[in-house]
């Protein structure tokens, strides 16, 4: 997988660099303690890898984080995340660790079920905080409120669009990347389910040059517990009379460049014990990262949505850099060996922006239906949607009408997506808000912290 984003531990030992990424309170970041964050960095990849995620005091002091403007996008303030002393994030455990979590601290085994039930009901969504834990011994929820968190996120505002589409915009609430920030995360609801469309993480290193989230660059992946509260936080606040079934993985970010994360939110997502989501109704979406997409199928038998939207190499080099590393052919090649052979009840939906005057010739429509020869997939057909500073256009309805009969006629099964929420920059590639990421050490030395 390429990313194009160098790691804030490798930077974050440069002081002659004038570019910052990663760390996100670049204004107010200080030098002095790039070498504490390089710590703080490696402690939380070593935690990420044991689903324990605590905070840093010292690292949410530093973090500069965002805050939804009138226009409905994250903006920068200078209001620090809010600071927590070290604590695990519960929903970022699966019900085995928290098992191992909960005998570690010297509680029996039984309790973790306990604890699950009251975070993961299958209807409505978890409690948000202990106290109401009412079956837990009081000196158990004590004990649980000293060392762990319910909530990861706190929901900072709701942004309702004309055609009842909701943009909900959460705050981090404490971020061992020292980032702090907002994320978005968008309810669609349909004539008898919603569907809600997850971010896996703060901003994205792809460039998808169609994509406002890639002006944002990478600020961050989300933890495990950041990814699920998006779906328990949404079911607890909006799980009124139609179930929020169908999860989508295509909020801010690539999911599989945090596929260890969003893998382990799957297994919670999923479990019988608790939300038991039908993995045919949860799909992740990716720009093309082959080794990832091999391990999502592997690990899981969740639906899959690649997003092509080109038919020659010279096109999709342009919008999507990750094919220059794998090119449609290695794609198409990967997607083909995976759905036709190994896995039969995994979806694969092929993802298709229609671009006015760059993919939405005859010809395309031809190659695609040839690129796509063979292997079982559904096409989605998406109108661009359009955003500050976007040098497209969404190509017309009779083009995009033609796309979809030509390729029904050749045998597919094509699907042209509605766009939703668009008057609150809720729709396809339009969260997020790109800000400026670098700082000169000139800029720096005049507003140090
Ligand atoms: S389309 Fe997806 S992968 Fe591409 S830049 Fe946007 S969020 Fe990232």
């Not at 019900?95 to 010297?106: K, N, T």
């Not at 040059?209 to 990478?218: E, N, P």
């Not at 699920?228 to 936080?233: G, N, P, R, T, Y």
Request: with cysteine.
């Amino acid at each position: 997988m390429a990313c194009f984003v160098r790691p804030f531990f490798t930077l974050s030992t440069k002081r002659s660099s004038t570019r910052l990424f990663y760390g996100a309170a670049v204004k107010n970041i200080s030098y002095v303690k790039y070498t504490c964050c390089r710590q703080l960095q490696l402690r939380a990849s070593f935690q990420s890898s044991t689903s324990v995620h605590s905070v840093n005091l010292q690292t949410a002091q530093q973090s500069v984080d965002t805050k939804a403007d009138s226009n409905n996008n994250a903006v920068v303030t200078d209001k620090p995340a809010p600071v927590d002393i070290q604590k695990v994030f519960l929903k970022g455990l699966t019900r085995v660790q928290m098992q191992r979590w909960l005998e570690s601290l010297g509680e029996q085994k039984f309790r973790a079920l306990q604890l699950w039930k009251w975070l993961y009901p299958p209807q409505g969504g978890g409690v948000d905080n202990f106290a109401a834990m009412s079956n837990l011994s009081k000196s158990f929820r004590n004990k649980l409120e000293q060392v762990a968190v319910v909530d990861s996120l706190e929901l900072e505002n709701v942004y309702e669009a004309k055609d009842g589409t909701k943009k909900l915009a959460f705050r981090l609430k404490n971020r061992s990347t020292g980032g702090g920030g907002i994320i978005e995360s968008v309810l669609i609801p349909n004539e008898s389910w919603v569907t809600l469309c997850v971010s896996s993480q703060l901003g994205c290193a792809q460039r998808c040059q169609f994509c406002y989230t890639a002006k944002m660059g990478l600020h961050g992946h989300l933890h495990t517990a950041e990814i699920v509260d998006q779906v328990v936080i949404a079911k607890r606040l909006f799980e009124k009379e139609k179930r929020i079934s169908n999860i989508v993985f295509m909020g801010m970010g690539e999911p599989l460049h945090n596929i260890d994360n969003v893998l382990r939110a799957i297994e919670i997502l999923l479990d019988e014990q608790g939300l038991h989501l039908s993995h045919n109704k949860v799909t992740v979406s990716t720009s093309g990262l082959v080794p990832e997409m091999e391990r999502l199928a592997k690990e899981t038998n969740v639906n899959i949505a690649l997003s092509l939207n080109a038919t020659t190499d010279q096109v999709r080099d342009q919008l999507m850099p990750i094919n220059r590393k794998y090119p449609i052919q290695v794609l198409l090649n990967t997607a083909r060996r995976i759905y036709t052979n190994e896995r039969s009840g995994q979806k694969l939906f092929v993802e298709y922006v229609m671009l006015d005057g760059v993919n939405d010739s005859i010809e395309d429509a031809k190659r695609l239906h040839m690129l796509l020869a063979g292997i079982p997939c559904k096409i989605n057909l998406i109108p661009f949607n359009s955003h500050e500073g976007a040098t497209f256009n969404s190509s017309s309805e009779s083009k995009i009408q033609f796309f979809h009969e030509y390729l029904t006629q050749k045998g597919h099964y094509v699907f042209t997506r509605e766009s939703r929420g668009q008057d609150k920059m809720a729709a396809c590639g339009q969260l997020g808000k790109p800000r400026k990421l670098s700082v000169s050490k000139k800029e720096y030395e005049q507003n140090p912290m």
